[in-house]
């Protein structure tokens, strides 16, 4: 066992019988490093990560790869729920470096924590063009050693990047935040909607459940309009975004993305049509969603989300809630290696479980008389052969509601007595709090005092229990160990959960807030407290993560306590960034409305022009393409787009697994799109062709009549290079016809 096995984290006690020398972040690995010269070799993940097992298998496992690792670096793992501050700093370098980023990250630092190298997986060995793990640790170690002047030039520039990213500017031309600019962000949000299947975006397809809270405190605030009483929002898009809410509500609730047996509901799904999940379940996603699909029964009335907020809650008090009453933080996507084992069924097991009559009705209910829908991609020779659960049969659901609910119970108690995934039984303060947060309102509107009393019981361990000497929030626990100060998502959201109990404490925790994270220059708040120590730079994130940003709840949380002033400045900090790239902070978009809706409109002033400031991978991804559009003919719109020298798209179809260049028109009815076909080049990250568009490309509409008024035109795609893909970009046009 190595120095892992000290540790409290589920995903550092995987790796603690690794033949790696392992370190946890902390003085003792950065003695070690500068003691020995040594670089660092950071590798960070969470247990439930599907690739971070990957790599481990093949890499971190396997003894004469080890060996390697431990004779030429100080290797350190970390655990990013625990420390998303370590998480975010490097991440952003990762992006830096190469344009993308994820997990399990990979990064290679100087004995002083500075980044001059990172990635996300490696292959073992060479393959396909691309360099595998022991190649690159041969070639970063001859580096450090025989080239140290360029490596730690490197990592000044990175340092220097990584401080000017995380310093916010003021936009170039000022900014006003009412009303209708709040209308212009809800619209350009919705512009990826997938009217076939509900949801935003295509596969892999999450449920963005902070996006889809802004649109419900959208369709609020149109109806109690507050200060902005003479502002009328559009009667068309409310009608629209309430659609698309629903649609995409009734789709998740009866996908496989939902766990038709148990309730919760897995983290995203790979396709689509919510159909194939990726099985690992977060208490975060069961926080959000329980509290969408309140909400959604609150405003709409549909019985059948209040059942599904039930579902959830019900599993998470199961499943997922610890004795002393607070929550874990996962379950494993896996079990025996095999991705979503526990939750797959056949139909000769149904029918020995429930006899023929039973098993004919719930085959046809849930998709299984339709044949297998389930292929292991790692475990198979190809062809599906077991079942995910999905409702295929709505209305004879409805009807035989009485008999399925008996039979659900008992194929849940045969699937309780398999093998189960790994259970995360890590407490953290944040997530703890949303989930909270979700109860206390599931208990007032469900009128279900379980729920209520389930939130406080949990409030009490996190304001007894992860608290330090001196009274702040602790991040997280297991077993009774508490390790690492509180981060401001702590902070925030357990100001947030404390607000929905009513709780007065609320503003006790927002004082230790403020002094702890907040800067008196712009009034935003840091990530991390002014304490800390083993982070080169201090980050203030406004967008979201899939959780919310943690400024975002903050101004939320300030306004709910009368500090409108304090509220105010947080969101004139984030302007340029909403103003540039808000559909990335639905969270801060809301509490702008919530401010808006209370004290009226917000005035960001401009600012000097930023040309020294280096842009974002984001900000890179933006300028890639330039739109332009000319009509052909009064119903056919040309659009070209103009693609920067040395980069790609992603042809219309694209190659499997990436995103396809695509185009959204709102404010006429579409007759067909015609995208060009797409010139098939080879890639060393992949091993087949795959159709991009390179130079220029021209996308042709055809509309059924002559359009007049004004056209919102949104595209979607993702840039690449010859070795690495920007993030995806959507971006809006409107032209007046």
């Given at each position: 066992?190595?120095?892992l096995g ?17 370190y946890a972040?902390?003085p003792e ?19 439930t990560?599907?690739?971070?097992h ?33 998480d975010?700093?490097?991440m ?22 500075k980044?001059?190298y990172?990635?996300t ?21 001859d580096a450090y ?9 490197s ?16 936009p ?9 600019w ?5 619209a ?11 949801g935003f ?9 902070t996006?889809?809270e802004?649109l ?6 149109a ?7 003479d502002?009328?929002?559009d009667l ?9 809410l629903?649609?995409?509500l009734d789709?998740?609730?009866v ?8 309730g919760g ?6 396709d ?6 990726h099985?690992?379940?977060m208490?975060?996603?069961?926080a ?11 405003q709409?009335g549909?019985?059948?989300?209040a059942?599904?907020a039930?579902g ?7 499943e ?5 009453g607070a ?7 896996e ?10 069924w ?9 006899g023929?009559d039973?098993?004919?009705l ?6 299984v ?30 009807r ?20 189960q ?18 109860l ?13 009393e ?12 992860h608290?330090?000497p ?5 991040r997280?626990?297991?077993?009774g ?15 947030d959960?404390?607000?929905?109990l ?13 002094k702890?994270f ?6 935003a708040?840091?990530?991390t407290?002014d ?42 900090a984030f ?6 790239h808000g ?7 809301q ?30 991804a ?8 000319r ?6 719109l ?11 798209l ?6 499997e697994?990436?995103?396809a ?9 579409v007759?067909?799109?015609k ?8 890639f060393?990250?992949?091993?087949k062709?795959?159709?991009?568009y ?10 059924a009549?002559?359009?007049?008024g ?6 979607v ?12 970009v ?8």
């Open positions: 066992m190595n120095r000290q540790e409290t984290s589920p995903y550092l006690l995987q790796h603690a019988h690794n033949p790696v020398d392992w972040w902390g690995a950065f003695e070690a490093a500068r003691s020995q010269d040594k670089p660092i070799f950071l590798s960070v993940g969470y247990s990560c599907y690739w971070c990957v790599m481990e298998r093949q890499c971190f496992e396997v003894p004469r790869i080890a060996e390697e690792m431990n004779k030429r670096f100080i290797c350190i793992k970390v655990d990013r729920e625990e420390r998303p501050d370590v975010q700093l490097y952003t370098a990762v992006q830096i470096l190469t344009q993308h980023g994820g997990w399990p990250m990979s990064v290679w630092l100087t004995p002083d924590l980044p001059y990172g990635g997986y490696f292959p073992p060995e060479d393959a396909l063009g691309r360099p595998g793990f022991v190649t690159v640790l041969d070639a970063l170690e050693r025989n080239r140290r002047d360029e490596v730690e030039r990592a000044e520039q990175i340092m220097s990047v990584l401080e000017r990213v995380s310093a916010l500017v003021k170039t031309t000022p900014v006003t935040i009412d009303g209708a709040i209308d212009k962000m809800i350009r949000s919705i512009t990826d909607y997938d009217p076939h299947h509900g975006g295509r596969a892999p397809k999450f449920p963005r459940q996006q889809l802004l419900l405190h959208w369709l609020d605030w109806n109690n309009p507050g200060k902005l009483a502002h009328q929002s068309k898009q409310q009608a629209r975004v309430k659609q698309m629903t649609h995409t789709a998740m609730a996908g496989g993305i939902r766990d038709q047996l148990g509901f897995h983290r995203y799904s790979t689509a049509k919510w159909l194939v999940p099985f690992e379940i208490l975060y996603d069961q959000m969603l329980g509290w969408v699909y309140v909400e959604a029964f609150r709409f549909d019985a059948r989300y059942t599904v039930r959830i809650f019900d599993f998470v008090l199961r997922m809630t610890s004795p002393t929550f874990y933080t996962a379950m494993d996507a079990v025996d290696r095999q991705e979503g084992l526990n939750y797959l056949k139909l000769d097991e149904i029918e020995q479980h429930l023929h039973d098993a004919e719930f085959a046809k209910v849930y998709g008389d339709q044949g297998p829908n389930f292929t292991d991609p790692h475990h198979s020779d190809g062809g599906p052969d077991k079942n995910i659960l999905f409702v295929a049969d709505a209305n004879l659901a409805e035989e509601e009485g008999r399925l609910a008996v039979m659900r119970q008992k194929l849940k108690a045969v699937r309780d007595q398999r093998k995934p790994l259970l995360d039984t890590k407490i953290l303060s944040s997530w703890n709090a949303m989930m909270i947060r979700a206390a309102h599931g208990g007032e509107v469900l009128k279900e005092p379980t729920y209520t389930a939130a406080k019981k949990a409030a009490e361990f996190v304001l007894t229990e608290r330090s001196d009274g702040g929030l602790l997280s626990s297991r077993d160990v508490k390790k690492y100060a509180g981060m401001l998502d702590d902070y925030s959201f357990v100001i959960a404390l607000q929905s009513g709780d007065p404490r609320a503003a006790e925790i927002a004082t230790m807030m403020s702890r907040g800067d008196s220059s712009d009034g708040f840091y990530f407290e304490t800390a120590t083993d982070l080169i730079v201090r980050q203030k994130i406004g967008s979201d993560s899939p959780l919310p940003s943690g400024n975002a709840v903050a101004a939320r949380v300030l306004l709910g306590l009368s500090e409108a002033e304090a509220a105010g400045k947080v969101i004139r302007g340029q960034q909403l103003e540039g559909e990335g902070m639905s969270s801060m978009i509490s702008a409305l919530a401010y808006v809706q209370r004290e009226g409109p917000i005035e960001v002033a401009a600012g000097p022009a930023e040309s020294q400031r280096p842009k974002s991978p984001e900000e890179i933006a300028g890639v393409v330039q739109l332009a559009a009509w052909d003919s009064p119903t056919t040309r659009l070209t787009f103009a693609i920067a020298a040395g980069y790609h992603n042809g219309h179809p694209a190659g697994g990436l995103i260049t695509e185009v959204n028109v709102e404010g006429a009815t007759k067909s799109i995208y060009p076909v797409g010139e098939e080049k080879t060393p990250f992949a091993d062709p795959i159709p991009v390179e130079k220029q490309a021209v996308v042709k509409v055809e509309f009549d002559q359009v007049s004004r056209l919102n035109v949104t595209i795609y993702q840039a690449c290079t010859e070795t690495a893909c920007l993030p995806p959507k971006k809006a046009a409107m032209f007046d016809v």
